[in-house]
């Protein structure tokens, strides 16, 4: 049974700092890595995917890989209180033949006071 | 707009009854998916069709009958509903391809009296 892994919070930080958020994975073989925001009473919603190890910036967002350790994890710069969601990580894993099946954690409600 | 749009956006119905979900993407997506998020906010896959070809289907009782008349189409039809039934679901698309994220629907908030 694949499995993802997030601290389920709340995490709560202030306005202005840096949020890190972070999630494991039990699939070795797994490729692909997304971050997804889910804003109370809304569907998710994909802001950083990550391919290979290493980080990738995108604006206030940086995602960063280690395979060898199963990590992906989240960096939300100079955090706003718009920020504060449930963010899930998901994990894209070979299914059989090629069809690809996304994981998500249960995800880490992040709360940015004013 | 390009989107996935799921209708209806809520379903208020009795135990016992029998319920449809529609879900149509005009992004060109060939993969499509439902998926299940409960009271704790776990999303959990139920269903995936390829090009109209049911390629996942997880442990989820019978009653639950998805449909896909076309790729950009992917149905939901629920029988004899139970209170264990109340839940999110969502429908999503993708490229069929590993690197590709999914995109998802505004979902459907189902209730069971």
């Known amino acids: 049974q694949k499995e993802v892994e997030q601290n389920s919070g709340p995490l709560s930080v202030p306005e202005g700092a840096i949020a890190s958020l972070n999630c494991t994975y039990s699939d070795r073989v797994s490729q692909s890595f997304f971050w997804y925001r889910q804003y109370s009473g809304k569907s998710p919603e994909l802001i950083m995917s990550i391919y290979s190890n290493g980080d990738k910036e995108d604006g206030r967002f940086t995602a960063q890989l280690n395979k060898a350790s199963q990590y992906v994890s989240l960096l939300i710069r100079d955090s706003q209180p718009s920020d504060s969601a449930t963010y899930l990580c998901a994990v894209n894993g070979d299914s059989g033949g090629s069809n690809y099946k996304l994981t998500f954690g249960k995800g880490t409600l992040l709360t940015v006071n004013p | 707009d390009t989107a996935v749009s799921q209708t209806p956006k809520y379903l208020v119905t009795q135990m016992g009854n029998d319920k449809s979900i529609k879900c149509e993407q005009n992004l060109g997506h060939d993969t499509m998916y439902w998926y299940k998020q409960d009271s704790k906010k776990f999303l959990k896959i139920m269903f995936s069709?390829?090009?109209?070809?049911?390629?996942i289907n997880e442990t989820v009782p019978n009653r639950f009958s998805p449909k896909s008349p076309d790729k950009a189409h992917l149905n939901l039809h629920i029988n004899s509903l139970e209170l264990g039934d109340s839940a999110v679901y969502f429908c999503?698309?993708?490229?069929?391809?590993?690197?590709?994220?999914?995109?998802f629907g505004d979902g459907t908030r189902l209730s069971i009296l």
């Open positions: 999503a698309s993708s490229r069929t391809d590993s690197n590709q994220p999914q995109h």
């Open positions: 069709y390829n090009n109209k070809e049911l390629i």
